[in-house]
């Protein structure tokens, strides 16, 4: 559960001489249940094999123009066709997707023999709080393979990281050694100012700060989709006004959603809810540094059922 601080003045309780006032500060609770981001490709066949069979993801859900992957857990990736969706290849890809995982090793060895085009090499460091290597998909977008170690700073978010099963590659056609998988996900953001973000992260969209690097903030958005937020002088992208990213999260509470963000700083890229689709209904804004964020329910339809069943719906 997500806690959204509410607008208005809340019901004044009364007991004898022990009464308290609800503020504004009274929180009510909306759920994400799912995380999702939307990449954008001029080659959907090309990327739905690299994300299937070189790294394992299973298809959740195919829409043709669409392929929803399921990473771990609540965690999920949609590649879309370039020319059918919000945004087009040849946008800055100023995001990145941490895939968490215990696995750093056997991932660095099986990648580099497959090919894979590196960012940066694997070096893991003693006692730093994480560690890591980043990595090319075919048009460009990074994937960061990260683990979270014992530290100071991973006080609140580890003990979620340890809860959370490693999901092994699903994929039918799949290369990746058996075993060998990914626990949570990371979306990376990068922002100019930083703290504004924080308080549109937390006081809009009610999420929960859950570890602190300084120039960058970790968000839990679902049970195993984090958001994090990056100061973007110090990150690996910089700003950029338009961004090949649609932000999604997923939830059965759409229309409270839509009522709880209509007016506030979530700018609505329409009036109302999206209902013409089969699928899905959704509804989607523009964060205050033009993230597009997006929220989906899902609606029984065949096309869905394995990704519902995944859900739990």
Same mark, same amino acid.
């Given at each position: 559960?997500? *806690?959204?601080?509410?607008?208005?003045?809340?019901?004044?309780?009364?007991?004898? @001489?022990?009464?308290?006032?609800?503020?504004?500060?009274?929180?009510?609770?909306? +759920?994400?249940?799912?995380?999702?981001?939307?990449?954008?490709?001029?080659?959907?066949?090309?990327?739905? %094999?690299?994300?299937?069979?070189?790294?394992?993801?299973? #298809?959740?859900?195919?829409?043709?123009?669409?392929?929803?992957?399921?990473?771990?857990?609540?965690?999920? !990736?949609?590649?879309?066709?370039?020319?059918?969706?919000?945004?087009?290849?040849?946008?800055?890809? /100023?995001?990145? !997707?941490?895939?968490?995982?215990?696995?750093?090793?056997? =991932?660095?060895?099986? !990648?580099?023999?497959?090919?894979?085009?590196?960012? %940066?090499?694997?070096?893991?460091?003693?006692?730093?709080?994480?560690?890591?290597?980043?990595?090319?998909?075919?048009?460009?977008?990074?994937?960061? $393979?990260?683990? $979270?170690?014992?530290?100071?700073?991973?006080?609140?978010?580890?003990?979620? #990281? +340890?809860?959370?099963?490693?999901?092994?590659?699903?994929?039918?056609?799949?290369?990746?050694?058996?075993?060998?998988? $990914?626990?949570?996900?990371?979306?990376?953001? *990068?922002?100019?100012?930083?703290?504004?973000?924080?308080?549109?992260?937390?006081?809009?969209?009610?999420?929960?700060?859950?570890?602190?690097?300084? =120039? /960058?903030?970790?968000?839990?958005?679902?049970?195993?989709?984090?958001?994090? #937020?990056?100061?973007?002088?110090?990150?690996?992208?910089?700003?950029?006004?338009?961004?090949?990213?649609?932000?999604?999260? =997923?939830? /059965?509470?759409?229309?409270? =959603?839509?009522?709880?963000?209509?007016?506030?700083?979530?700018?609505?890229?329409?009036?109302?809810?999206?209902?013409?689709?089969?699928? *899905?209904?959704?509804?989607?804004?523009?964060?205050?540094?033009?993230?597009?964020?997006?929220? @989906?329910?899902?609606?029984?339809?065949?096309?869905?059922?394995?990704?519902?069943?995944?859900?739990?719906?």
């Amino acid at each position: 559960m997500h *806690y959204i601080r509410l607008s208005a003045l809340l019901l004044l309780l009364a007991c004898g @001489d022990g009464s308290s006032n609800e503020t504004s500060d009274e929180l009510t609770r909306l +759920e994400i249940v799912g995380s999702n981001a939307f990449w954008y490709y001029a080659d959907l066949d090309a990327a739905t %094999n690299f994300y299937t069979k070189t790294l394992g993801l299973k #298809l959740a859900a195919d829409y043709g123009f669409a392929k929803i992957l399921h990473v771990a857990g609540t965690s999920y !990736l949609t590649l879309v066709d370039g020319t059918m969706g919000m945004h087009t290849p040849d946008e800055p890809k /100023t995001v990145a !997707l941490a895939l968490v995982t215990d696995q750093l090793d056997e =991932w660095w060895e099986y !990648l580099s023999h497959q090919g894979v085009e590196m960012r %940066n090499a694997y070096n893991p460091t003693e006692n730093s709080a994480h560690d890591g290597f980043v990595a090319y998909d075919p048009e460009g977008y990074y994937l960061e $393979f990260e683990r $979270f170690n014992p530290h100071s700073e991973n006080e609140r978010f580890l003990p979620m #990281l +340890e809860r959370a099963e490693t999901v092994p590659a699903q994929s039918i056609d799949s290369e990746v050694p058996s075993g060998l998988g $990914f626990k949570a996900t990371i979306l990376w953001l *990068y922002y100019r100012d930083l703290p504004g973000m924080e308080d549109f992260w937390e006081d809009e969209i009610g999420l929960r700060m859950v570890a602190d690097q300084g =120039w /960058t903030k970790i968000y839990k958005a679902s049970s195993t989709g984090f958001i994090g #937020l990056v100061d973007e002088t110090r990150g690996m992208h910089s700003y950029t006004e338009q961004k090949a990213v649609t932000i999604s999260l =997923w939830t /059965t509470q759409l229309a409270e =959603w839509f009522e709880h963000l209509r007016g506030g700083s979530l700018e609505m890229r329409s009036e109302s809810i999206e209902e013409g689709n089969p699928r *899905y209904r959704a509804f989607v804004g523009y964060d205050p540094e033009g993230y597009y964020v997006e929220f @989906d329910t899902f609606l029984p339809h065949e096309d869905n059922e394995e990704l519902l069943l995944g859900l739990g719906s």
